[in-house]
């Protein structure tokens, strides 16, 4: 074997999972170098064909490919020429299937969409925390959702939910003393979601608030009636906005963000798959 080993990454996807693969093993081999050819987006067997005619016989091959009769071939013509297969793919399969009883669906890509899915989440995250809490009111225009509601609805905690969901979410808090941004007015209605609560609710919420702040004494932040002027006030910027409103009072974080998610698919059915 020469001093090099090559390793070739034959894989119907990236050839992320295997590159990943053997650099775990690798390491374990500071003495060893290695090169690495990646062969990725392999469907048919004249492509794995064209691989092993200008294969070096003393390459390692590491596999991931869902297709079992594709990889059943490729596995083939490697022992035929006598060159060492690392199916990494296949035998975890095959395990949980024994394990399980269930059959694996075998299907190319799915790597790619995990990733893919990650990506996007972690881009709705920073999207959540840059424009969270009206910051900047630019973020309107770009979000797939833009939460509204006085102080203590959990627009935050909510939008948080929804950005691992791979919604990109802004919010703005409603004050009767604070004008409302142009941008808001311009979003398509069926993208903003108000959310309301019952004001006693609301007084008992924003009161354990101020005592986890270490604050005491009477605050108009919990007063009644500061409570049900904020809210009034909301349910009038809802009717302008003619956009969906949410009582929020029994719900639970989570069971908000399920009820914006099938709001927003019935809206905008053709992004449900975008978004899955």
Known sequence: ????????????STGETAINYIKSITIQFPDLETRI????????????????????????IVITVADKDLA????????????IVLDILSYGINKFEKLTGKKAIRKPGLTRTLSTNYFNMIDAIEFAIKYDDGKDPRGFLKSDI????????????????????????????????????????EVDP??????????????????????????????????????EDELNYAKEVFKDLDCKVIDVTENTIEQTATEIIEYYFEKFPEEREKKS
């Open 1 to 12: 074997m020469e001093d090099v080993l090559t390793v070739v990454i034959i894989s119907d």
């Open 37 to 60: 050819i990646r062969k990725p987006d392999i469907k048919t067997k004249s492509e794995i064909d064209e691989i092993m005619d200008g294969l070096d016989k003393d390459s390692v």
């Open 72 to 83: 059943l071939y490729l596995r083939e013509k490697a022992k035929e020429d006598n060159v």
């Open 146 to 185: 833009v939460l509204v509601g006085v102080s203590r609805t959990s627009k935050t905690p909510t939008t948080m939910i929804l950005a691992t969901k791979n919604f990109k979410v802004s919010n703005l808090p409603l004050l009767p003393e604070s004008k409302l941004p142009q941008e808001l007015f």
């Open 190 to 227: 069926d993208r903003v979601i108000g959310l309301i609560i019952d004001p006693n609710k609301l007084s008992n919420i924003r009161s354990e608030r101020t005592k986890t702040l270490g604050l005491e004494g009477d605050s108009k932040y919990f007063d009644m009636q500061r409570i």
